[in-house]
């Protein structure tokens, strides 16, 4: 029998049987990343891309980078290169716990923080521990489109609640509480996908109605330190509820390619249970990655860093909405975030934005629609835009031909 008849009869046997049939209800029902399939349509370097999440690139400190990864090569050894604790080593564990308190006049340790491969990891660690098929999980409308993906695995009901510009619709949100959740998950600094913060007193309030309740509160704050207007304020939970979770992460402060994001949490129980799937998932995060963050946190100024990251970011947001307020139909609203990397943009109903988007791909500009982040479909006017992966330049003559095709479709 010929290598070429083998080929084909193994070709027909495995189609034979289908692997449908044995994929999970959760994976067949979680559908692959909106972001993902937009990034590729917009990868060609004609395209003026306002749809990743992606930090500027002339941010990353790279010589420093360099610098330290020599250093740990040279001076933590075999170390570097060995398997570790899950929860990550110590001395950085340590170093996020002080930068926190520093921040906030919290209390946190080194017991109390664990690393993360990521803070997408978070997400999907927190699922695993939180979440059975049916459980209630009480997110933002809008929200993070990969925190919906990494949830919807474990088959939650998701209960969203309106976010306004000061924070949460309280009579909805109380309506979720009641309804029953486990865990409910906030972005409250510039928030993604709308760069919208919560106020002092939209924060006081979600505490107020949080007080009492037994459920996990997580903060995912990956922003909090690219604040470029106004004054920083504090978490809604933290160390102020008895599950208070921050989510933290390195990747758009220093590098996102490490993939090194963190959890800070008073409650061990919770912790204990999350490095538990932890284990499961990968052992550790990446321990020579680990090594470098640390070495280069402490071989650096981290706020001297930050000023010129805000300062870029900041520059970039009013090009945007300065744009958007000469070009843009009047019937078009937009947020004008305070910090972070996103906007958002609101078009009259009967606009679908997903339609929206090849048109404006047409004219090699290109945006995230609104409806990926909801948690529950159906067509949306929205649409998330990111200012911070372009000069000023294309950012204007960008949004002067995302003008076009929204007036276009008007």
Do not use: C, W
């Given at each position: 029998?010929?290598?070429?008849?083998?080929?084909?009869?193994?070709?027909?046997?495995?189609?034979?049987?289908?692997?449908?049939?044995?994929?999970?209800?959760?994976?067949?029902?979680?559908?692959?990343?909106?972001?993902r399939a937009i990034l590729a349509a917009a990868s060609d370097p004609a395209v003026t891309s306002f749809a990743g999440g992606l930090p500027?690139?002339?941010?990353f400190p790279q010589e420093a980078l360099l610098e330290s990864m020599q250093r740990v090569v040279a001076e933590r050894g075999a170390d570097a290169f060995q398997y570790s604790a899950t929860a990550g080593i110590e001395g950085l564990r340590d170093w996020i716990a002080r930068r926190y308190n520093k921040r906030f006049g919290t209390d946190y340790t080194a017991d109390d923080v664990l690393i993360t491969t990521g803070s997408q990891q978070i997400l999907d660690l927190l699922g695993k521990v939180l979440l059975d098929k049916g459980d209630g999980v009480i997110v933002e409308k809008p929200t993070y489109?990969?925190?919906?993906?990494?949830?919807?695995?474990?088959?939650?009901?998701?209960?969203?609640?309106?976010?306004?510009?000061?924070?949460?619709?309280?009579?909805?949100?109380?309506?979720?509480?009641?309804?029953?959740?486990?865990?409910?998950?906030?972005?409250?600094?510039?928030?993604n996908p709308t760069g919208l913060t919560y106020s002092a007193e939209g924060r006081r309030q979600v505490r107020e109605a949080l007080t009492g309740r037994n459920i996990v509160v997580v903060e995912d704050d990956p922003y909090g330190e690219l604040r470029f207007e106004g004054e920083s304020l504090p978490y809604i939970?933290?160390?102020?509820?008895?599950?208070?979770?921050?989510?933290?992460?390195?990747?758009?402060?220093?590098?996102?390619?490490?993939?090194?994001g963190y959890i800070l949490t008073k409650d061990h129980a919770l912790?204990?249970?999350?490095?538990?799937?932890?284990?499961?998932?990968?052992?550790?995060?990446?321990?020579?990655?680990?090594?470098?963050?640390?070495?280069?946190?402490?071989?650096?100024?981290?706020?001297?860093?930050?000023?010129?990251?805000?300062?870029?970011y900041r520059d970039q947001a009013r090009a945007m909405t300065d744009a958007m307020a000469e070009c843009f139909p009047a019937e078009v609203s937009f947020t004008k975030p305070e910090g972070g990397m996103f906007l958002w943009a609101t078009l009259p109903e009967g606009i679908n934005t997903m339609d929206l988007f090849p048109k404006a791909l047409e004219r090699n500009v290109a945006f995230v629609p609104g409806e990926p982040f909801y948690a529950e479909p159906g067509a949306r006017s929205t649409m998330r835009l990111n200012f911070t992966n372009a000069n000023e330049e294309t950012i204007r003559d960008g949004i002067r031909r995302l003008a076009e095709a929204i007036a276009e479709a008007l």
């Open positions: 029998m010929s290598n070429e008849t083998i080929a084909t009869e193994t070709t027909e046997a495995v189609g034979e049987l289908p692997i449908d049939e044995l994929l999970s209800d959760g994976i067949t029902n979680t559908p692959p990343s909106f972001v500027n690139p002339i941010s489109l990969a925190a919906i993906q990494a949830f919807a695995l474990n088959q939650p009901t998701f209960h969203e609640v309106e976010l306004t510009e000061d924070g949460l619709n309280i009579d909805e949100l109380n309506a979720a509480l009641d309804a029953g959740a486990k865990m409910i998950y906030l972005i409250p600094n510039f928030q939970g933290g160390t102020a509820l008895p599950h208070g979770v921050i989510m933290g992460s390195f990747s758009k402060t220093v590098t996102p390619g490490f993939r090194m912790l204990k249970a999350i490095n538990t799937a932890k284990e499961a998932a990968d052992l550790h995060t990446n321990v020579f990655a680990q090594y470098v963050i640390l070495d280069y946190l402490e071989h650096n100024d981290l706020d001297e860093h930050l000023v010129k990251i805000r300062n870029l």
